[in-house]
Every structure is written in structure tokens, then in C-alpha cells.
């Protein structure tokens, strides 16, 4: 089991999975063909600016081992909207 991270919010415009690649757009679906189960599921509410509606954000935590950076995919409506870099995975 990786140790803790430290999210520092680096936007990413894509994440590689293999020979495949995820972006803006894609859907929940084709990030789990493409990428598999995360590694952590999450998620939040975020409340637009003059408006009493909240938008819910899915977000999804991949690693690929030791040494790597944590890749978080922020999607809205079931569609990649962000991918954000995280912190290192420590052993």
C-alpha cells in the first residue's frame, strides 16, 4: 500500500493509461476501459457563484506505483471536465 501524498494541483490536460490516452470529454466509461478501477473514488459539491444549484464532481485517484505522481480525473455530468497531478506516491 502506497504511502500518503500532498495534492499540489498541477492541471494536467491528459492522463496515459498504457497505450491509451484520457482528456476533457471522455466519459466515466471509457476512463474505466481505458484505465480501470481508480485507486480511490470520491466526491464533492460545488456551488456555482449567484446560483443557489450545486454541480457534483466525481473524482477519481489513479497511481501507478512508487516514485509516480497521483493523477486526479475530476469529471461533471459523467464527463471529464479536469485532470489535476498530485503528490508522489511514496513506498
Same mark, same amino acid.
Given at each position: 500500500?502506497? +504511502? ?18 484520457? &482528456?476533457? +470529454? ?7 476501459? #481505458?484505465? +480501470?478501477?481508480?485507486?480511490? #473514488? ?7 457563484? &449567484? ?19 497521483? #493523477? ?5 455530468? +459523467? ?6 497531478? &498530485? &503528490?508522489?506516491?511514496?513506498?
Amino acid at each position: 500500500m502506497p +504511502g500518503y501524498f500532498s495534492l499540489h494541483s498541477a492541471a494536467a490536460t491528459e492522463l496515459r493509461c498504457g497505450n491509451d490516452l484520457v &482528456g476533457r +470529454g471522455d466519459f466515466k466509461a471509457e476512463v474505466l476501459l #481505458k484505465c +480501470g478501477e481508480p485507486f480511490l #473514488k470520491d466526491r464533492y459539491y460545488q456551488s456555482h457563484s &449567484g446560483s443557489s444549484e450545486c454541480e457534483v464532481v466525481d473524482q477519481w485517484t489513479y497511481e501507478s506505483g512508487p516514485g509516480s505522481f497521483f #493523477k486526479i480525473v475530476e469529471f461533471e455530468r +459523467g464527463v471529464v471536465v479536469r485532470i489535476l497531478t &498530485g &503528490g508522489r506516491v511514496t513506498p
